[in-house]
């Protein structure tokens, strides 16, 4: 939870991608494996693919983007780019022989990797994107580019999870939506107003 102000930028940040981290791991918690694996929109989206795809992201952007490799590449669920070749959607999905708790474990252990470098390096260090055209950049532009994107994913992840069993919001313990509100009744009224539209 964000609760106290600072003047220093990194710490911030770091705070910001810690509560987005969590926000999206928490939406694992007490989901069964074939719900945590099932696809759940025409695109495939499913909530344990969702945190793969995020490990892998900050694999990318906090290792080699800075000089730094990721100190097991032949980890199952690390994606390499002749993974992508083969299967443009190698890192949004987990083979059944891993399961939802070594997803869990891997993306912790990832996300102490990332937290290394950004602990290691100034805001202002340069590195280099290779899938952006080898465009050079700041870490201070890199982690609110993975926050961005921990935040939509978590995001993708919300909705899930409220389809799944109706768990919603920003952490277990502290949902961000309001109390004592009759959701059917919610829901009814949002209905009869989109009703009066045609429908395409």
């Known amino acids: 939870m964000i609760t106290t102000m600072t003047t220093d930028p990194k710490a911030d940040l770091q705070r910001y991608l810690r509560t987005a981290r969590e926000a999206l791991l928490w939406k694992l918690d007490g989901v069964a494996e074939r719900d945590l694996r099932l696809p759940r929109t025409p695109t495939g989206t499913n909530l344990l693919g969702i945190v793969r795809h995020v490990a892998n992201v900050e694999i990318g952007y906090f290792g080699p983007t ?22 443009p959607q190698a890192d949004w999905w987990v083979p059944a022989e891993v399961s939802a708790v070594e997803v869990v474990d891997f993306y912790r252990r990832v996300m102490d990797f990332a937290d290394a470098t950004i602990e290691a390096l100034p805001l202002d260090a340069a590195g280099s994107v ?16 993975v926050i961005a994107d921990i935040t939509r994913h978590a995001g993708h992840a919300d909705i899930l999870r409220e389809e799944i069993d109706g768990s919603a919001g920003l952490r277990s313990d502290v949902s961000n939506l309001p109390d004592d509100v009759d959701w059917a009744a919610y829901v009814t009224r949002l209905r009869q107003v989109a009703e009066q539209f045609p429908a395409s």
């Open 66 to 87: 800075f000089g730094r490799a990721w100190p097991d590449p032949d980890h199952p669920l690390v994606v390499d780019d002749a993974d992508y070749e083969a299967d």
């Open 130 to 145: 290779s899938w952006w055209g080898d465009e050079e950049v700041s870490l201070h532009l890199v982690v609110t580019h």
